[in-house]
Nanobody, 126 residues
Framework: QVHVEESGGTLVQAGESLRLSCVFVGGTFSRYSMGWFRQVPGKEREFVAADNWLGSGTKYGDSVKGRFTISRDSAKNTLYLQMNNLEPEDTAVYHC???????????????????WGQGTQVTVSS
């Protein structure tokens, strides 16, 4: 059974950087497309970044484009989200998600992802 678990969330000041990690276990990491989403209480889950299992591209949400970078280390079965120039509006619980469908299409839709982690809290103070 596939399981993903996030880590790295903490309290930072605006303008600082942070890297989140997501460990993937229970399957073949290279055959899964991965994504990052975030959620604030009372709001819908927001797409942050995603890649595809082919490694042929990435997508980013408009609010993080140019500041966040998604990457993976296949040797460690780990997905990363490098977040630079953080803003108070980036405060949220960040979730890692895995998509098992073998397609080159990079999905920004949360319902396309099957496996989800519990999330890690990122708080950005002004």
């Amino acid at each position: 059974q596939v399981h993903v678990e996030e880590s790295g969330g903490t309290l930072v000041q605006a303008g600082e950087s942070l890297r989140l990690s997501c460990v993937f276990v229970g399957g073949t990491f290279s055959r899964y497309s991965m994504g990052w989403f975030r959620q604030v209480p009372g709001k819908e889950r927001e797409f942050v970044a995603a890649d595809n299992w082919l490694g042929s591209g990435t997508k980013y949400g408009d609010s993080v484009k140019g500041r966040f970078t998604i990457s993976r280390d296949s040797a460690k079965n780990t997905l990363y989200l490098q977040m630079n120039n953080l803003e108070p509006e980036d405060t949220a619980v960040y979730h890692c998600a895995a998509r098992s469908r073998l397609t080159s299409i990079i999905s920004t839709r949360s319902y396309d992802y099957t496996y989800w982690g519990q999330g890690t809290q990122v708080t950005v103070s002004s």
